[in-house]
């Protein structure tokens, strides 16, 4: 069965996540290790990462996942937007190494001017610096995220990662994080038995299901292949709660971390969990 949890909020120290997961009984969460809406951020101090560690040894939460800064294109066909996002994903890399962290997920880019194999092909010569800079920090995972496919987006389909694996050679640091708001708002079904079976083949066969690291669980406020990135809480939007408890419920996603990114108002963290651990049955 999937881990439960939610995107937490960092304010006042990152070792205040932690206190926020467990009241909300989080299995899993995610964070921003950053200020996501700025280039330079002071590294991670010793004393920070001890504190880090110590407070996860103590918390309930078993797995902790980071999302990089909006700000990073790795597709980008600006010179010199490119090299900022590259460092920016490098520093980011170092930091989740510092604080025992191993998954990092990405928005794979906008491709802008530029068409959309160029975008693809960036991608992957950014891919190939990043991962080349931080062998030291092997243990971390890049997950890129589907996306619903507005503008110039890389990720709004299933080939895309495809055409990104196989250019790569399916390193193993690469991996993804499947976004249900977003594949639904691209155009993928998945509001029933069969459909859920037929978008899962589709993800096995693009991606390995074995290379999913991570869902972000949403429900979509704009219809099927809108393209339009609105997220909704569970059963408020077009996609409806089924699905939801067929991901939480599926074996083939044991101990993945499944993280809401559905709206803090209404019903909020507590009730979209509540939601998934009614569902789930623990």
């Known amino acids: ?33 950053r200020n996501q809406r700025q280039w330079q951020n002071k590294p991670v101090s010793l004393e920070e990462a001890r504190a880090f560690y110590d407070a996860w ?11 990089a800064s909006y700000l990073i294109n790795i597709a980008s066909d600006n010179g010199e937007m490119l090299n900022k996002s590259r460092i920016a994903l490098i520093d980011e890399i170092e930091r989740c190494g510092q604080l025992g962290i191993d998954k990092i997920v990405l928005h794979p880019g906008f491709a802008n001017n530029a068409d959309e194999e160029t975008a693809l092909m960036t991608i992957c010569d950014s891919l190939r610096f990043v991962f080349d800079m931080t062998q030291y920090f092997k243990d971390v995972n890049i997950l890129l995220e ?13 080939e895309h990662f495809t055409r990104i694996g196989d250019e790569l050679d ?20 998945l509001r029933s038995a069969d459909a859920y079976e037929r978008f899962v083949s589709a993800l096995d066969r693009h991606i390995g299901i074995g290379n999913i690291f991570c869902w972000h669980i949403n429900d979509c406020k704009s219809v099927r ?3 339009l990135d609105r997220h909704e809480h569970i059963g408020e939007g077009e996609i409806g709660q089924a699905p939801f408890s067929m991901i939480v419920n599926d ?18 963290d507590v009730g979209n969990l509540a939601f998934l651990r009614k569902v789930r049955g623990r």
């Open 1 to 33: 069965m999937a881990l439960i949890g939610t995107h937490i909020s960092v304010a006042g120290g990152l070792v205040k996540a932690f206190d926020r997961a467990d009241a909300l009984g989080c299995e899993a969460m995610q964070i921003f290790t």
């Open 225 to 227: 292949g809108s393209h």
């Open 251 to 268: 074996e083939r996603f044991e101990n993945v971390p499944a993280i809401l990114e559905t709206p803090k108002d209404g019903i909020g």
């Open 57 to 67: 040894k103590l918390s309930g939460v078993k797995d902790v996942t980071t999302h």
């Open 146 to 158: 589907t996306m619903a496919g507005q503008g110039s987006a890389i990720g709004g389909c299933l």
């Open 170 to 189: 399916w390193p193993e640091r690469l991996a993804f994080c499947v976004d249900t708001c977003h594949v639904y708002a691209a155009g993928y079904d």
